[in-house]
């Protein structure tokens, strides 16, 4: 049974092993190894752990595994790429497991930590329609980013900064304020020949369901692909307002991390409200940020 363990990627780009993500694999600027462990020639396993040359960050793409293979053996599977992954210069590698996998104590036992639990919606195109926007999201420029640091480093718990980024740098994303002019939320964008995936920040006083549905109408360059948006346990709203919409739940993982380097824990005055250790600062009501288009 083949599982794909980079969600974004299989959404937007397809099965790990179709044509397109294969020669990616292969291209000069990412590192990719592929572990194989056959201590039972009847139940064998194999994974891959990829990783650009100019970053610190891993990514596991997928586990080929039966459901009864030994979880000692998927410990050691993993073990044999956390290794390789070391020799790169990687400080963590990341991993998307669906949550139902029967696989879930082999990661633990390689040292996995689950730091969030993901929803992915799939919004249906039947929701966009020709009605004019109440929340004008607009393309970010240089000029937002401040605005964009300030929410990301509010809302972002700190511990997991360095493997959530701020912006994969994909593709120009989205950012909405409100009528007084701070941040409301912006949405990281990644477009794939399979779907478009979307990654909101929100304040927590985004607690509209329009907001989503106007981010919706407001992703240019769509032509036809489904959109994907993906909502963090670190924000919790998020997911209520994403259910509220048109469309469906497309899956649910366990995003889980293994730490190659120490981590140094650092104290930080509490000054916001905590939202599962994320600090957010608190603002104006939707009532007060809600902008209508004239």
Not at 60 to 72: I, K, Y
Not at 229 to 251: F, K, N, V
Request: aromatic content about 10%.
């Amino acid at each position: 049974m083949l599982q794909s363990l980079d969600y974004l990627r299989l959404v937007t780009r397809g099965e790990p092993f179709n044509l397109r993500n294969l020669m990616h694999s292969l291209s000069p600027p990412v590192e990719q190894y592929i572990g194989f462990c056959d201590n039972d020639p009847e139940r064998p396993c194999y994974a891959q752990v990829i990783s650009r040359v100019d970053e610190t960050l891993g990514q596991l793409t997928f586990l080929g595994a039966l459901a009864d293979t030994d979880q000692s053996d998927i410990a050691c599977l993993l073990e044999n790429l956390i290794s390789k992954a070391g020799k790169w210069g990687t400080h963590y590698i990341t991993c998307d497991l669906p949550e139902n996998s029967p696989h879930l104590t082999g990661f633990k036992k390689a040292g996995f930590l689950t730091w969030a639990n993901q929803s992915v919606f799939r919004l249906a195109a039947t929701a966009l329609g020709d009605s004019k926007p109440e929340f004008v999201w607009r393309t970010w420029n240089a000029n937002d980013m401040r605005a964009m640091t300030s929410l990301y480093r509010g809302v972002v718990p700190g511990l997991f900064q360095p493997i959530e980024p701020l912006t994969r740098k994909a593709a120009l994303g989205l950012v909405l304020y409100h009528a007084e002019g701070g941040l409301l939320g912006y949405a990281d964008l990644d477009y794939g020949p399979k779907g478009v995936w979307v990654q909101p920040v929100l304040a927590p006083e985004a607690n509209d369901p329009q907001v989503l549905a106007d981010l919706h109408k407001a992703i240019p360059d769509l032509y036809n692909r489904p959109v994907f948006l993906a909502a963090r346990s670190y924000q919790p709203w998020l997911a209520s307002l994403a259910a509220q919409l048109p469309g469906e739940i497309q899956g649910s993982q366990l995003l889980m991390v293994r730490y190659l380097v120490q981590q140094l824990k650092v104290a930080e005055p509490q000054v916001f409200a905590l939202y599962e250790g994320a600090n957010v600062e608190r603002g104006l009501t939707v009532s007060q940020i809600r902008q209508k288009s004239d």
